[in-house]
């Protein structure tokens, strides 16, 4: 089951339960003051390496460019 992210409309608190998703836009009860809970968007967050960072849009010999000029539709500037 996946989190979904709250905020308290009493105490304006952000708080995370772990719900099935028929379950995830219905009211949630907030664990400090008990008050309802509305879900709002959340963030998520990934971790990558450098190195493959590094490697993304990168074309071998060329300047990794992506836009006109920059090699990669044909023309020289």
Do not use: H, I, K
Not at 1 to 6: A, S
Not at 23 to 40: D, H, I, K, L
Not at 52 to 59: I, K, M, T
């Amino acid at each position: 089951m996946p989190f979904y992210e709250y905020r308290c409309a009493s105490c304006e608190g952000l708080f995370e339960l772990r719900r099935s998703s028929d379950q995830a836009s219905m009211p949630a009860e907030c664990p400090t003051c008990a008050g309802p809970g509305r879900r709002v968007l959340s963030m998520f967050q990934s971790r990558t390496r450098a190195s493959a960072l590094e490697r993304v849009g990168s074309a071998p010999g060329g300047s990794g460019g992506g836009g006109c000029c920059g090699g990669s539709c044909g023309c020289r500037n």
